[in-house]
């Protein structure tokens, strides 16, 4: 039986995730901080809680992240940045997930194909920038992207059939995009995590380090 394991598994993508590989057969553990104290941007606790479990899972996929933090909103402009928001949203969508890939590496089998994925967002993509604002959340994505493609270039010196991607969802109806629907079309939960395991079982090792949207199309970084 394949195993995944959800980082993050509480939220509504990562809830819809745990559940989507189930009935697809696989054995899940899903971690979070709600539900079992992961957090994320302490080193020693991803140590500690990813140091507890017995590998190998065929796939990782990092699920955390937050769009608004400590009420810390989305900016229009620059003049609404601050360093404690900005901090924040970096701590939480880019360190996290690369304090998670640094201690969960350890947990994919090192000669058979599996997956390390982190959620990222098309906002994130420098080169689809076209309407500015969100600075902070764009910048902590576009980070995060960069630490996936630096991460897949590692993974593939000990791991040679590892895939570690980027993936955007699309914008999901959970309550982390609750105050933003209206402005694109919005998927149920349980539809982007369909669309992500079919865009991660159709993934190669040659297409490792890369950035996939919802429909496996490939995202500019």
Not at 142 to 164: D, P, V, Y
Request: proline share 5%; charged share 20%; with cysteine.
């Amino acid at each position: 039986m394949k195993r995944a394991l959800v980082i993050g598994a509480s939220g509504g993508i990562g809830q819809a995730l745990c559940a989507e590989m189930k009935q697809q057969g696989w054995q899940v553990t899903g971690l979070s901080r709600s539900a079992d104290g992961l957090d994320v941007t302490d080193e020693g606790s991803v140590r500690h809680h990813l140091g507890a479990l017995e590998g190998p899972f065929d796939r990782i996929i990092i699920a955390s992240g937050a769009l608004e933090i400590a009420g810390h909103r989305p900016e229009k402009a620059l003049k609404h940045l601050s360093s404690e928001g900005m901090a924040l949203q970096f701590a939480l969508n880019t360190i996290g997930p690369a304090l998670v890939m640094k201690h969960a590496v350890a947990l994919l089998p090192r000669d058979e194909p599996c997956v390390m994925a982190a959620l990222s967002a098309r906002v994130g993509s420098i080169g689809d920038n076209r309407a500015g604002g969100w600075h902070s959340y764009r910048a902590s994505k576009a980070a995060l992207n960069q630490i996936i493609r630096g991460a897949a270039i590692e993974f593939g010196r000990t791991h040679r059939q590892s895939i570690c991607v980027a993936l955007h969802p699309g914008t999901v109806a959970t309550p982390f995009t609750e105050k933003y629907l209206g402005r694109h079309p919005a998927v149920a939960p349980r539809e982007a995590a369909a669309n992500l395991t079919r865009v991660m079982d159709g993934l190669t090792p040659e297409q490792s380090g890369q950035f996939f949207d919802w429909a496996g199309k490939v995202v500019a970084w």
